[in-house]
């Protein structure tokens, strides 16, 4: 900014003049004087003068009258400098300190301060420790799931927090299976719960198992968590809305060279003859099988198991068919073996559960143990809930009741809760389910905070690995995350270079565009077409349940993705969540927080 101020008259030039006797230097109509001009210019911090910035003043005679100071024609420089600062000042600050991303971002990092205090590191800190694993839970699914909530609530969406994302700790997870770039669940589970990083596919099995090969089982067994946690005469829990038998659930308590062998019928005779148990079967023998490995170990069982799954349980025998059973014949067993009813016979006490009405019927402060399914394969998906055939429990519920039976025991409990189906609502190409299931996760994981006690109870959230789902575009502030993209000052969908409007959520892969309307089962997209690549979305509600996102690479269902994940921990060893990590630090962080090993060893060695 220049400011050129003509400040002379001409009386004084005259006056000058005629004082100096020069009349030379007069106009030459002899009545103009030359102007004297003074020149301000502000100058920047950092000038050669004026380190804080200020004012150059250059003042000189308009010599050649041209109505301007001329370099040459300067004949004096002074400067007016701001003052040297050695320390801010309030008022400096005044600013940011008025602005409320300001105020609260600070309080964010004093609550931290005050949290890294607290931090409790003490092997054995902690009495109970609660993992959750949003399946396939991606931080863009994360963060699509907060803005969905938000807009739920009535808020822009952007600033709202899941309950999670309020945790004091968080890290990051690698994924990767020892033999993949890109891993599934039960290579990610297990070296969640056992600490140990292994293979795609395989489950409670260290590396050197070969898939599918049951021979090459033995030897490579991995000791889980929630075995220590039994051993050590915890109580211990199991939740899943996905099959109990699916790969999460199953790395807790089964060893297996193939995570598809649910029951017999998935197994292939080599493995049956070789000795190799089905997961259905490890599951309502987990009790014996590790009492079978320890000598004179006493353990009583896993009190807590709810999910989906019930065909693995029961023979292919219309007989033996649930009341709400959807199939002619619900069970696939073909040993003609009734796990449901063998779990009754092994259990007296414990209640069996296969609908909402008797789930809500048990007493968790009196109840010895619950066996739960709910469905003949996996639960529904949060948002279709309501059409169950007898009814189910949502996380919440299961939550709740698992914490209230699991607390019964003074030497506390380890609770394993799995939101299996965010992971199929992404392999559906459906981002409303998938967000839905995670608020739904988001809510069980708030239900869980407000019943324990963060002095003694370890909380830690995390997800096996992510999904190929992007938050795409550049949409304003509070746009419907489930919309298309309406850019900043525009109320009219942005149009792309094919001239056709997109959504911010995405697929790099999968099935791609379906419009089924209200239909709230992700699953349904499985009957359509694939239809890859573009769509014209102008005459279609994006928001609606049955809207499945566009995807660029066609494939029978959408893949998982190779990013980290997050790791967020709350309660005694929480801070020991931090920075870059294998996912198997899971299990050591737990391991840590309850003294796991040593709690074992000592029930072991009495
Ligand atoms: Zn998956």
Request: glycine share 10%.
């Amino acid at each position: 900014m220049k400011l050129l101020t003509k400040i002379s008259i001409l009386a004084t030039s005259v006056a000058l003049a005629a004082c100096n006797g020069d009349d030379g230097q007069n106009g030459t109509d002899g009545k103009n004087g030359q102007s004297s001009f003074v020149l301000q210019t502000v100058v920047q911090p950092g000038h050669a003068v004026c380190a804080n910035g200020g004012i150059q003043i250059d003042s000189g005679l308009d010599k050649d009258g041209n109505g301007k100071l001329d370099a040459g024609e300067i004949t004096s420089t002074t400067h007016q400098c701001k003052p040297t600062k050695t320390s801010l000042s309030q008022s400096d600050l005044l600013t940011n300190a008025n602005n409320n991303w300001y105020v609260q971002s600070a309080k964010s990092v004093e609550d931290a301060k005050q949290m890294a205090l607290k931090a409790n590191n003490e092997r054995g800190g902690a009495k109970n420790v609660i993992l959750f694993v949003g399946d396939g839970m991606g931080v863009s699914t994360v963060t699509a799931a907060r803005i969905r909530d938000g807009q739920n609530k009535g808020m822009k969406g952007e600033e709202n927090n899941l309950s999670f994302d309020k945790f004091p700790f968080a890290g990051l997870a690698k994924t990767y299976n020892v033999d993949a770039q890109t891993p599934d669940s039960a290579g990610t589970m297990t070296a969640m719960i056992s600490g140990v990083k292994t293979d795609v596919g395989v489950l409670g099995v260290d590396e050197d198992i070969e898939r599918g090969n049951c021979t090459t089982v033995s030897g490579n067994e991995l000791v889980s968590a929630i075995e220590l946690a039994e051993i050590a005469g915890l109580s211990t829990g199991v939740i899943s809305t996905a099959r109990i038998t699916h790969a999460t659930p199953a790395a807790t308590y089964a060893k297996s060279a193939d995570r598809n062998w649910e029951d017999i019928s998935d197994m292939p005779d080599a493995a049956k003859t070789a000795g190799c148990k089905d997961i259905a079967d490890q599951l309502v023998n987990f009790e014996t099988n590790l009492e079978a490995r320890y000598d004179g170990l006493d353990v009583d069982g896993l009190e807590v198991v709810m999910g989906g799954g019930r065909r693995h349980f029961l023979p292919k025998d219309a007989a033996a068919n649930s009341p709400d059973a959807r199939s002619d014949i619900e069970g696939d067993r073909t040993d003609g073996r009734n796990l449901v009813n063998e779990w009754k016979a092994k259990y007296p006490n414990g209640d069996y559960v296969f609908e909402d009405d008797g789930f809500r019927a048990i007493n968790p402060e009196t109840a010895e143990r619950i066996f739960g399914l709910f469905n003949e394969s996996h639960m529904q998906y949060e948002a279709d809930r309501s059409n169950d055939v007898a009814g189910e429990p949502s996380l919440t519920d299961m939550t709740e009741k698992a914490i209230k039976l699991l607390d019964n025991n003074d030497k506390g409990y380890m609770l394993v809760v799995e939101s299996g189906r965010i992971d199929h609502g992404h392999h559906a190409g459906n981002a409303y389910n998938a967000l839905e299931d995670t608020i739904e996760f988001s809510e069980a994981i708030e239900k869980a905070v407000r019943m324990t006690n963060p002095e003694e109870t370890l909380i830690i959230v995390t997800a096996d690995h992510s999904h190929v789902f992007t938050i795409a575009g550049y949409p304003k502030r509070g746009n419907p995350i489930l919309g298309k993209v309406v850019a900043i000052g525009k109320t009219e969908p942005e149009k792309a270079a094919d001239d056709k409007p997109y959504t911010t959520l995405g697929y790099t892969n999968g099935r791609g565009f379906m419009d089924l309307g209200a239909e709230t089962d992700a699953d349904a997209g499985y009957d359509q077409d694939i239809h890859a690549g573009r769509a014209d979305l102008t005459d279609v509600d994006t928001t609606t349940p049955g809207f499945h996102q566009e995807a660029a690479v066609p494939r029978s269902s959408e893949t998982h993705a190779g990013e980290d994940v997050g790791i967020y921990a709350k309660g005694p060893s929480a801070q020991l969540v931090s920075g870059t990590n294998e996912q198997s630090i899971i299990f050591h962080v737990m391991e840590h927080a309850i003294d796991l090993i040593n709690k074992a060893e000592t029930k072991l060695k009495p």
